[in-house]
């Protein structure tokens, strides 16, 4: 499950909503809307209170990265690992989705909304200034088990590996044409969640199987980004 990344500044409603989402999880708000996330020191078992936000170059009105990093530096076993983007995801999503159940087109989705999470996060946001990694292997952020595509079973390898061929290259920008951070969450098998700005894993077996839909992954990633937090009106799709 993906927690979602609290901006710089916000105002109004969503600012006080995003105050309490980011205090429930363990962060501070400054007084001028900067969210400050309170994080242990691996290094030193002390704890660092820092700001994060968008990299150089980017910032909320202006975020058209269209590039994909070629790894992604990620903290497990208590140290900063550089892992292949391909590796990435495939050993994200066994501990997203449920491979033997999932349908073939919410795992296209998955792989695209995976992928582009990891993007946002070592391209253009940094939560970890301070530090050498761009994202932790947690269940907080994307489930990174590292071995985990490995121990599967060849008839999983193989879901996860046609997915991937289907939609790597993809990825999407919002209506005023900028990369968004991509969130998801299990959700329950059904419709719920059109336009509310997070792809629900189960939700997409919902759409992908049920008869009034029988969505492609494309029409999933549009039912829950178009018209939402992500996305004021219809996102789009490009290629890398």
Known sequence: MVVATKHARCSGVQKAARVRQAKRQGANVGSNGTVIEVVSDEYNGGVDIMPFGYRPGYSSTSAACTTRPTSIKVYYNSKTNTVARSTYIKDVIPNEWTISSADPASLDCAIVIIQQYATWNTLVYDKYPNYTYDLKASS?????????????????????????TNTQRYYMLNSSGNLFESQYKQGVKSSAGKAGGEVKQLGCDYLATNSSYKYNWKQMCSYYYDNSSKSAKTITFKLY
């Open 140 to 164: 907080g952020e994307q489930n990174y088990v590292a071995g985990s595509y490995s121990s599967l079973a060849s008839k999983y390898q193989t879901k996860i590996d046609t997915a991937y």
